[in-house]
């Protein structure tokens, strides 16, 4: 039988994303817990580079990047449902909003729940800005997939829980149901849906993990 391993983190929404796709494939794995102030000898041997969770061990290959792990599940693991869609087009289309995910708005997001005064106003708009064409994109549909959660409703899963735990930390108003409707009901039937809500990380404990990191005492 394959030998598959996970390398993450229970807080981690990017390891999650890993467990999340292999749950939906019905892949059993071993999780292998990582503390990040004194990374693993096994991390840091499997992913070099950035020497970052997640990592995804598969018959002792490791594989690094949520979004390139993803990708190899659902190549891998044919049974159980398409993580990307089959269409080429369809495809390119969802690992063009994956990246815009990771690379436009949650810099953004994350930045404006960091800093303060100008810096933030400035942070705050732009991760609205992106949180306008995910909501726009998000119109008429259930998941970003379509009629089932695919790749890019794992990879928004930082939005549906994360998102929301550190915005309030940090005592800022972002995602509200006035400003982004289709967000929000994306965000609900997301977290109940019933590949996700069992897996989730219990809220206390994620708040509790993040609230050093990002609670304001200077508001
Ligand atoms: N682009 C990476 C991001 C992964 C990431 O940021 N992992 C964090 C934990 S959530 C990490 O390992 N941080 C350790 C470090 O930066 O040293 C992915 O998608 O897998």
Known sequence: MAEVKVLGSWRSAFSLRVEWALKLKGVEYEFIEEDMSNKSALLVESNPVHKKIPVLIHNGKPIAESLVILEYIDETWENGPLILPKDPYDRAVARFWARFLDEKWLPAYLT????????QAKAKGEAEESLRILDNELQGKKFFGGDFIGFVDIVGNIMANWAVVISELAGLEIITKEKFPNLCRWMDEYVHSSSVKEHLPDPEKLTES???????TNK
């Open 112 to 119: 404006a729940c960091l800093v303060s005064g100008e810096e």
């Open 210 to 216: 993040l609230r050093s990191r990002f609670q304001r």
